[in-house]
């Protein structure tokens, strides 16, 4: 049997997570599905893939070939295409992680948007707030907001994201309402777990101010300490995207919106400019040029 068309087959069963599936797209018939895979693990001596009744899923083993063979095909097609003058079609599973606070309507657009313009792409995202090794867990791609990237990775800008300041209206009505940075000494504060530190400088009419509250909730998840502010538990900074809506309808105020100037970057972060598959170098672009993002 093909070694190559096997490698395929074992990749799409993979992704489909059915061998009826991948038969069907690749115009063969289960049986033969199966044997290609058969033979894939007869040669490699392992088992790549757990089957049941009701499903397939991948074995340890099978994670790890699954990862080394999918980028292996990638950049096999896209070199064929390449000399063949023909056009890469993105294809295939892109495996993205981002931050928690990601889980909103404007980047819910901006994949729709993706995927309906490369529909061949099946997007596979994680919002788990964790740091993923992108290579240990096979991700192919990370958003990633900070001010030093990864310098074992490739980051590329992809916009600025500015971090409002906001509370409930009733948590204001006991607290008060701050006029200038200095009102916020000692406040609660809603903290966000990877932040370092509880002093904030604040850059009021091109002056900084250092500002320290008291946290009263730490969490490494951003939706949480969102649902809190909305509860009227303290202040928060979260991202724009996050709360534009919510200031919107009053649900929370944006405060000091004119002397407290907040922001962080937002990099495309991946492993290797060397096997840069079409879905990935794509999708970095679409979102990059998408007005949305900014």
Not at 176 to 192: C, E, M, S, V
Not at 196 to 224: A, M, Y
Request: net charge positive; with cysteine; proline share 5%.
């Amino acid at each position: 049997m093909d070694s190559l068309v096997s490698m395929r087959v074992f990749c799409l069963v993979a992704e489909l997570k059915s061998f009826a599936a991948a038969a069907e797209r690749l115009r063969l018939s289960p049986a033969m599905a199966s044997k290609h895979v058969m033979q894939l693990e007869k040669r490699l001596g392992t088992r790549l893939l757990n089957r049941t009744s009701r499903r397939v899923s991948l074995s340890e083993s099978g994670a790890l070939y699954f990862e080394q063979a999918r980028q292996m095909l990638d950049s096999l097609d896209e070199v064929e295409a390449a000399v063949s003058n023909a056009t890469v079609v993105p294809r295939g599973t892109l495996r993205l992680t981002a931050p928690v606070w990601m889980a909103n309507t404007i980047f819910a657009g901006v994949l729709a948007d993706y995927q309906a313009r490369y529909p061949e792409v099946c997007l596979d995202v994680d919002l788990s707030g964790r740091l993923v090794n992108l290579v240990e867990e096979g991700f192919d791609l990370a958003l990633r907001a900070t001010g030093a990237p990864d310098e074992a990775l490739i980051a590329r800008p992809i916009t600025r994201v500015a971090f409002h300041l906001v509370a409930a209206p009733a948590f204001l009505d006991r607290a008060g309402r701050p006029t200038r940075p200095a009102d916020l000494a000692g406040q609660a504060l809603l903290h966000y777990a990877l932040y370092p530190g509880e002093s904030f400088s604040l850059n009021r009419n091109g002056t900084v101010e250092t500002v320290k509250l008291t946290p009263v909730l730490r969490s490494g998840n951003e939706t949480l300490l969102h649902m809190a502010a909305l509860e009227g538990m303290g202040f928060a900074f979260l991202p724009k995207w996050l709360v534009t809506e919510d200031i919107a309808a009053g649900r929370l105020v944006h405060v000091l919106p004119d002397d407290i100037v907040f922001e962080g970057r937002l990099f495309a972060v991946y492993p290797s400019r060397k096997y840069l598959s079409a879905k990935v170098r794509t999708f970095i672009d679409f979102v990059a040029a998408d007005r949305r993002m900014r």
